[in-house]
């Protein structure tokens, strides 16, 4: 060991509680390990090697000064490449920023500019669905409403609400998360119940998507959506993706932005309806905004209550709440030794909850999130969307879906939260750990302003 480098502290855990309480509350045993180790803590799950980061410092360490000593670990690839294959999210190296370079472009704003109107128009129609007076669960409704998003920016078509394809990237994602909470998960080949339960849905992503994949190819029909975009894009040297790295970024795609935004706006509501003061104020900018007419690109940037709720929102819930790196080789973080092959993971969940950073990290306060005091922020406290060159290529399109939906349900819906509080559950993305009740009040912007 180098002079000056030691071994990064450890807190009072057997493996044998590690690794239970990783199963049944991941982020409670990262609290844990913060307690007691403070910003950087080592420890076990089972033969692998583990690091906690906790603080701006560290990320920047690891995602910017030096990322070549890192990639996304095997750990990592085993639980998402059945699903996602060689898509942004599992790919490295030279085929990483290739993909990255391709299908950057698609995200620009003058691509993802006209999709506001449409996500509003695709929220009011599911609205419409809802008998005033009803009992609703919010989490499933909100997959229904990003389901169809999803599907009309990807594919132009409907698939992802109306067939089993949605039920079949949950249950893979359910998949994933075991594989990412155990020692040693049994693989996919072994006949287990859960096994055969995620091939059968691995099936049925692949038919239906390389279904939808292969029509396009062949028409050479080329409507307004990511898979167009995707479609006619080229590489330095005027290639075209290939048919099967088009599927892996399309189902890691759909993946990202489907669950990923259904959990998001779902705790947005759950808060605005925990905080009807805040409830109210978003309601107030969006009558004098928008009235009763629907929503467009153009109106964002008179909505900014609504965007610092779903930042705030992002905050104390953010979807990818642990992030994992692999040390390809011996290395150093915070001046302690990292050894070749250890998992080091940064927690947004707990990087969002730094008292130093946001004082009373507990409470909901979308004032953290006016423009002034987001320029106030130190750089890496605030981490939605991941660093470096790892950082979602769809985190502007995320702002953008969540704006506008808080904006939207606020105009045409109040809903009634029962006076309950709702645990959280690690499940891939962060989610409500039981269905959220609520009841569904019709609201006019005249009426209220009447």
Known sequence: MAPGVTRAPRPSLSTLTIARELRRDPLALLERVTAECGDIGAF??????????????????IYVEHPEDFDRS?????????????????????????????????FHARHIAPWAERMAEIAHRLQAEWPAGAEIDLLSEMNRLTMSIV???????????????????TTAF?????????????PLSVPTPRSLRTRRALHTIRSQLGTIIERRLTSGQRPDDLLSLLLDVRDETDAAMEPRQLYDEIVTLCGAAQETSADAITWALYLLGR?????????????????????????????????????????????????????LRDTTLGG????????????????????????????????RFTRENERALPKFAFLPFGAGHHVCVGGGLSLMEGQVLVATL???????FADATVAHELVVNLRPAAPIRVRVHRRSAQTVAG
């Not at 076990?44 to 360490?61: H, I, K, Q």
């Not at 070749?340 to 008292?355: C, D, F, W």
């Not at 950073?357 to 306060?365: A, G, S």
């Open 410 to 416: 606020a105009q045409r819906s109040q809903l009634e």
């Open 275 to 327: 905080h009807p003061d805040v409830a109210r104020q978003v309601r107030d900018e969006v009558d004098a905004v928008l009235g009763e007419r629907v929503l467009t690109h153009a109106d964002l940037p008179e909505l900014p209550r609504s965007l610092a709720v779903f930042k705030e929102t992002l905050r104390l819930y953010p979807p990818a709440s642990v992030i994992l790196r692999g040390a």
């Open 44 to 61: 076990r799950l089972g033969p692998r090697r583990m690091v906690l980061l906790n603080s701006p410092a560290l990320v920047r360490e």
């Open 336 to 367: 302690y030794r990292v050894r070749r092959g250890t998992i080091a993971l940064v927690s947004p969940y707990l990087l969002h909850r730094r008292e130093a950073v946001f004082p009373d990290p507990e409470r909901f306060d979308p004032n």
């Open 74 to 106: 095997s750990y990592q690839r085993r639980a998402l490449t059945p699903l996602l294959g060689r898509g942004l999210l599992t790919s490295e190296g030279a085929l990483h920023a290739r993909q990255r370079q391709m299908i950057a472009p698609a």
């Open 174 to 186: 359910a998949w994933e998360m075991y594989a990412l909470t155990r020692p040693l998960p049994l």
């Open 151 to 169: 599907g009309q920016l990807l594919l132009s078509s409907g698939v992802l609400r109306e067939g089993d394809l949605g039920r079949a990237v």
